[in-house]
């Protein structure tokens, strides 16, 4: 999978995508420290302890790099910046029973606003899975030669390495 790049000095406006979140009773929000548990047990479960580990490391920052979709005191998404290595979008994901609901674009822009935020005139979307999505939902082009990128061969513990 390759990289993608994103233009954060064009990207489109995020308050449409909060407020038709807000409309359907979501709420997108940067995790809070002390939610760290929660988030990461949510992450394992719905997408692995790889995305847990990368994930995780967002809460080493303050604020926290780490967005959380919410709705009725639930988990419905994830997005991190900052995470695997600087200027980095991902991982992220959305529960598989809120998608196509907007919940992901709503994640992936307000994660690129933070970053930009932070003073970065472009972001790397990390060994991007859905291009043609990224393309859509913001702009992003695919950076040439760039698969593996910073995701080589991973190591494996015993308990998962083939005999």
Not at 8 to 23: A, G, I, K, S
Request: hydrophobic share 40%; with cysteine; glycine share 12%.
């Amino acid at each position: 999978m390759p990289d993608m790049l994103v233009k954060l000095y064009d990207l489109p406006p995020l308050e449409p995508c909060l407020e038709q979140m807000r409309e359907q009773g979501i709420t997108i929000r940067h995790a809070m420290p002390y939610e760290r548990g929660v988030v990461m047990e949510w992450v394992r479960k719905h997408f692995g302890d790889g995305w847990a580990a990368e994930c995780e490391a967002a809460f080493s920052y303050q604020p926290v790099t780490c967005l959380i979709a919410v709705a009725d005191g639930t988990i419905r998404g994830f997005a991190c910046y900052e995470a695997t290595a600087r200027n980095f979008f991902g991982p992220t994901g959305v529960d598989e029973a809120c998608r196509g609901q907007g919940i992901g674009r709503a994640l992936l822009l307000a994660a690129l606003y933070g970053q930009k935020a932070m003073g970065y005139g472009y972001s790397i979307i990390g060994g991007a899975g859905p291009v043609d999505y990224y393309v859509k939902a913001c702009g992003a082009t695919v950076i040439e030669g760039s698969s593996p990128g910073i995701y080589p061969e991973t190591i494996r513990s015993e308990a998962t390495a083939p005999e």
